[in-house]
Structures are given as C-alpha cells and as structure tokens.
T-cell receptor, first 113, second 114 residues
Framework: AQSVTQLDSHVSVSEGTPVLLRCNYS??????LFWYVQHPNKGLQLLLK??????LVKGINGFEAEFKKSETSFHLTKPSAHMSDAAEYFC???????????FGTGTRLTIIP | KAGVTQTPRYLIKTRGQQVTLSCSPI?????VSWYQQTPGQGLQFLFE???????NKGNFPGRFSGRQFSNSRSEMNVSTLELGDSALYLC?????????????FGEGSRLTVL
C-alpha cells in the first residue's frame, strides 16, 4: 500500500525567502507522486506531479519538486515565498487503479510579511 | 471547460437528519471520488465510482453511501447524521483511475451538524 509522511505539520517562512515542504513516501516500487495545494475554504489544486519521467518536476506558481529514490523523498520547494502561497499543502501517492487514495497529513504554510 | 461542481456549498442539519450532496464532474471524466476533510482526521477517502459502479470504499460506516449516474454525476448520502459528520466533503473527478491520473477537485460542500 502507498503511504506518505509529511514531516512538518506547520512551516513559517518570511516573504521572499525559500520554501521547503518535506514529503517521504513508502512503497515497494516508485509510485506516481503529486503535490496539491488547498487555500482556505477551497478545493485542492494540483501543483505538480511525478510520473517516472524527469526526477525534477516543475509546477505552477514557481514550485518544483525533486524525486529522490535513494531517499524515498519528494520535497516541494520554491525559491522565493509570496504571500499568496499561504495555504495547506498535501503530498499524495498514486498507484494502480484499485487503490484507496491516501493523503499526507498536510503542511500548513504561513508567510510572514 | 467547466470544473467540478459541488452543491450545495454550505448546509446546516441537525442530528438524526440525512443529507444528500451532489457532484458534477468535468465533462468526459468517468471517475468520481469523495473525501471527508476534518481538522482532526485530515483528508479521508470515502469512496470512488467509475462507470456507475463503486470501485473502492474507505473505512466509513454504512450511513455513508453514494451512487453515480449514467452521465457520471455522483451523489453521496449520509443518513442519521451525527455531530462528528460535520466536515468539508470534497469530490474529485479524473479522466482515468489511479496511476498518473490527475484529480480535479470541486470546492466542497461544508456540512455543519447541530
């Protein structure tokens, strides 16, 4: 079964500084991995996804993530935080069709002006 | 094209009542899944429908049920509401099941049980 661990429940960074949101996955094989963002009282929006092509994946709004099989990690980064990045972020593994989708516990990102 | 539409967006019920939530997927998407989001439990999978058949079910009691129609629209029903059912219920649609299929989420239906 697929599972992920989001290592930080809450991250605070100052506007203009780098963002790092950590995700480790647990799987017997390389899964597809997604990062979703949820702004308050909204649904989830896909930021980026890894599907065994390039290990460095670029997403929307300047976010990117690197798949590291040796570390079983898929951390999300952004060089410079913006106030609009304040939201909750979810790391999600996906496998085959017969899956019960599981989400990470989420990381709440706060941006300090 | 239009995104995933969930109705109603907000509703208030009392304990013991039942509720039906609706989800219209993106045109052409045949997979619809439902999730419950609460501060304590986070995002939890409820069930998935594909081609009018329930393909997977999460660990929720039988009070939670759903169905999918021939046009891929889906409804979920919660009977005998309890206070703990207060949550944001999210629906997502996907072109394919699992794998690399991206989920497209609606904005959710926020249920408050008094």
């Amino acid at each position: 079964a697929q599972s992920v661990t989001q290592l930080d429940s809450h991250v605070s960074v100052s506007e203009g500084t780098p963002v790092l949101l950590r995700c480790n996955y647990s799987s017997s094989y390389s899964p597809s991995l997604f990062w979703y963002v949820q702004h308050p009282n909204k649904g989830l929006q896909l930021l980026l996804k890894y599907t065994s092509a390039a290990t460095l994946v670029k997403g929307i709004n300047g976010f990117e993530a690197e798949f590291k099989k040796s570390e079983t990690s898929f951390h999300l980064t952004k060089p410079s935080a913006h106030m609009s990045d304040a939201a909750e972020y979810f790391c999600v593994p996906r496998a085959g069709g017969n899956e019960k989708l599981t989400f990470g516990t989420g990381t709440r990102l706060t941006i300090i002006p | 094209k239009a995104g995933v539409t969930q109705t109603p967006r907000y509703l208030i019920k009392t304990r013991g009542q039942q509720v039906t939530l609706s989800c219209s997927p993106i045109s052409g998407h045949r997979s619809v899944s439902w999730y419950q989001q609460t501060p304590g439990q986070g995002l939890q999978f409820l069930f998935e429908y594909f081609s009018e058949t329930q393909r997977n079910k999460g660990n929720f009691p039988g009070r939670f049920s759903g169905r999918q129609f021939s046009n891929s629209r889906s409804e979920m029903n919660v009977s005998t509401l309890e206070l703990g059912d207060s949550a944001l219920y999210l629906c997502a649609s996907s072109l394919i099941r699992g794998g690399t299929g991206e989920l497209f989420f609606g904005e959710g239906s926020r249920l408050t049980v008094l």
